[in-house]
């Protein structure tokens, strides 16, 4: 199978040539890999042998996990390799994925021959209504679609299901969709302009800029004090926030912003806790969840903070015990092949102190301090 494009295949030769991606594809191309999916398992059920064969599925675990990074760039991203599992109607804790994956499969092709699009909640509550002893939770829904996704080794947008966007930019940026007004970012206010769900029309979006710098911010709050305050007109910048766990819609925006303007840097501003780390890392690298994707929306996101030098500026009453789920993701990531050492040595002085510190808790050097903080910050080159 050839790489989509000249993209793919730079990144093919800067890893090891073990990537295994997912393809971008028109809905009749990914509605012919269905029709193949089911003639393969026809003509093994229907063979002088007859079997019911297993599903092979791209293993998105872990183990199969590979970090990769451009021999001329700094940019580093996550992708799987040529690994396999299976989803099997003969084991019984896998029966019930394995019929979910066909349910699936025959709704994303009605999907794609009546040519629409629909969310991964407007799913559910369709396979819900349809197949309720199969897809009883949205989790269910979420896990299908990565599995139909490893089977056919297509995105998920290709599969017609469009993403929900959370995420909002502001600041120094004006868009464009075809045929409609150019949007100003500066003029949205402290709510901002919601970045759209829709891939297709996110691709084609014509973006203009005198920015210098991008901010990736964790918090809604905070994004709205920043916007509220036009940080963006003394430090010359894009705001965009996912409002926590970043969605593929603000992931896809943000590649494209950092394709489109390859000199600007980008910065994150996130909690000094695991979960903030989790959400750079997830920017920064991808998920292994969405490992046959994950690379496309990779984003070169430096740490620029909350971070251990920054605890003295923050009073000893503002930091909080970490609680058990915090521990739990600092193991995760300590595990991760991801994890660059600066970031290790953080999330070890984290568990260490038993401690975490909120963005919010600079609010102590005054409501107008983050400003100041970012651009001192930018001005000393610290950030990692």
């Known amino acids: 199978m050839e790489p989509a494009g000249l993209f793919e295949s730079s990144m093919r030769f800067f890893s090891d040539q073990e990537l295994c991606y997912a393809d971008i594809l028109t809905p009749q191309e990914v509605v012919a890999r269905i029709q193949i999916a089911v003639l393969n398992f026809l003509r093994i059920l229907n063979s002088s042998s007859p079997a019911i064969s297993n599903l092979p599925l791209i293993d998105r675990r872990s183990s199969n996990s590979r970090v990769s990074q451009g021999i001329l760039t700094d940019d580093s991203w996550i992708f799987l390799s040529h690994s396999f599992c299976t989803r099997s109607l003969m084991r019984p804790n896998a029966s019930k994925a ?3 994956v066909w349910k699936l499969m025959e709704m994303c092709s009605q999907i794609l021959i009546q040519d629409k699009r629909v969310t991964q909640r407007e799913l559910f509550y369709k396979l819900l209504c349809d197949s309720p002893a199969y897809f009883s939770t949205q989790l269910h829904v ?3 679609i990565q599995d139909v996704v490893a089977l056919l080794q297509c995105s998920r947008y290709s599969l017609g299901i469009m ?3 959370r ?3 502001a600041g120094r940026l ?4 075809p045929e409609q007004e150019v949007v100003d970012c500066t003029a949205c206010g402290s709510s901002g302009y919601p ?5 297709d029309l996110l691709k084609m979006l014509t973006l203009k800029t005198d920015a210098r ?3 990736v911010i964790e918090k809604h709050a905070i994004f709205q004090r920043l916007a509220d ?3 963006f007109n003394h430090i010359p910048s894009i705001l965009i926030t996912a409002k926590g766990y970043p969605d593929l819609a603000t992931r896809y925006f943000l590649h494209k912003i950092g394709k489109t303007f390859p000199h600007l840097p980008m910065f994150g501003l996130v909690d000094w806790n695991p979960a903030g780390l989790a959400i750079l890392c997830t920017f920064k690298y991808g998920s292994i969840g969405m490992g046959l994707e994950a690379y496309r929306y990779a984003c070169n996101v430096k740490w620029l903070g909350v971070r251990g030098d920054d605890l003295q500026l923050i009073p000893q009453e503002s930091l909080v015990p970490l609680k058990p789920r915090d521990l739990q993701i600092a193991k995760s990531l300590m595990s991760s092949k991801i994890l660059q050492e600066n970031y290790r040595q953080e999330l070890t002085l984290m568990v260490e102190r038993g401690q975490k510190a909120e963005l919010e808790a600079l609010y102590h050097n005054g409501f107008d301090y983050l400003e100041k903080y970012i651009v001192k910050k930018i001005i000393q080159f610290s950030y990692i």
Do not use: K, M
Request: aromatic letters at 8%; hydrophobic letters at 45%.
């Open 213 to 215: 710098y991008i901010i």
């Open 167 to 169: 995420g909002l930019v």
């Open 142 to 144: 979420n896990r299908t």
């Open 163 to 165: 993403a929900s966007s």
């Open 174 to 177: 004006l868009l464009q969709e």
């Open 195 to 199: 970045i759209s769900g829709d891939l």
């Open 229 to 231: 305050d036009r940080v």
């Open 98 to 100: 394995f019929v979910r």
